[in-house]
């Protein structure tokens, strides 16, 4: 199912930060990449349009790829493409660069970061060159992490978001071939798959991608036709 999007890139930047505006819900924040060029990270109220900048003093943030919020700890985190994931505190006083876990690959061309509020554990993609891509996960408190299995499904190159599914366990990310494939959480049982459906035959990126868990559908932004889309997770249009 296709939606029209006159305003797309604007869209794609709102709509990327929509899992992590989801626990601000409460006060009506959204969260988005203001300029990726500039490094401005911004927050607005949709009740009273009120819009600001953050402070992002010490989080070393440059062409921001991706945002996800963490209830617990009232933080954003961010893909960071000068090669680190950072978090910014959303409390005014700043952020900094998360630290690894050790024996965690180091991070390359981040985008796509997803917190995992319950399992306290972080996700993201790792860009390069020539592929293949990969998908790596820490610990918060960082115990552990590692490159995430893939179970055989495919994440071609330029893939750029993630979005999960806690009560159900699963990761899920959108290939420029219009395919959406989904794998077990970190510790979580399951089997790696694809939906049935597909978003326009290929082409796009997914630039952008958030679950609606009421409604146990998946909504994306698809940069390259300028079009929002939904599919429901039973693979139903």
């Not at 349009?49 to 954003?76: F, H």
């Not at 998360?98 to 993609?125: H, K, N």
């Amino acid at each position: 199912r296709r939606f029209a999007a006159a305003a797309v890139v604007i869209a794609a930047a709102l709509f990327g930060t929509l899992l992590a505006a989801s626990g601000a819900r409460a006060a009506e924040l959204l969260y988005f990449e203001n300029n990726p060029l500039q490094s401005q990270l911004a927050v607005v109220d949709l009740g009273t349009s009120a819009a600001s900048l953050l402070n992002t003093t010490g989080s070393e943030v440059e062409d921001p790829e991706g945002l996800s919020y963490d209830p617990e700890t009232n933080r954003l985190y961010v893909a960071s493409g000068n090669g680190h994931i950072a978090y910014v505190n959303l409390d005014g006083s700043g952020g900094g660069i998360f630290p690894l876990p050790p024996g965690t690959p180091a991070v390359v061309d981040p985008r796509g970061v997803v917190v995992d509020p319950v399992a306290r554990t972080i996700y993201w993609l790792n860009g390069t060159v020539f592929g293949p891509e990969t998908i790596s996960w820490a610990r918060l408190d960082g115990s552990a992490g590692g490159d995430l299995p893939l179970g055989g499904q495919p994440l071609l190159l330029g893939a750029e978001r993630l979005t999960l599914d806690p009560a159900a366990g699963r990761l899920y990310w959108g290939n420029t071939d219009g395919s959406i494939h989904f794998v077990p959480l970190v510790g979580r049982e399951g089997t790696a798959g694809a939906l049935e459906v597909k978003s326009n035959g290929g082409g796009a990126n997914f630039l952008g991608i958030a679950l609606d868990s009421p409604s146990n559908r998946l909504f994306w932004v698809e940069f390259g036709i300028d079009s929002v889309w939904t599919a429901g997770l039973t693979g139903t249009a």
